[in-house]
């Protein structure tokens, strides 16, 4: 079993930053796959960007040179460093992990980009 709590959502303008967390109640070196996902308003639920556990990352087209994904392994904890947002970003942001080859799902962060 391993839980996931996502937080560091909010209100921001356009153009603006956040930096989302999620914290993990395992060691985050054995979750060997963590990713953010998002369900953006009129959208399925979609992949945002991963990192495997050996580091290595992939991101969504939209997202490739706005956001960052890493894992802070010193704190168990996997970030998401978010810039140049838009209104189009808003929605709720999900961590997910893969654990013994069963994914785990958070209960979501809001976001909101607006002016």
């Known amino acids: 079993q391993v839980q996931l709590v996502e937080s560091g959502g909010g209100l921001v303008q356009p153009g603006g930053s956040l930096r989302l967390s999620c914290a993990t109640s395992?060691?985050?070196?054995?979750?060997?796959?963590m990713g953010w996902y998002r369900q953006v308003p009129g959208k399925q639920r979609e992949w945002v960007a991963s990192v495997v556990s050996g580091g290595a990352t992939n991101y969504a087209d939209f997202v490739k040179g706005r956001f960052t994904i890493w894992r802070d392994n010193a704190n168990s904890r996997l970030t998401l460093e978010m810039n140049s947002l838009e209104p189009e970003d808003t929605g709720v942001y999900y961590c997910r992990g893969t654990y013994r080859d069963r994914d785990y799902w958070g209960q979501g962060t809001q976001v909101t980009v607006s002016s």
């Open positions: 395992r060691d985050i070196a054995v979750i060997r796959g």
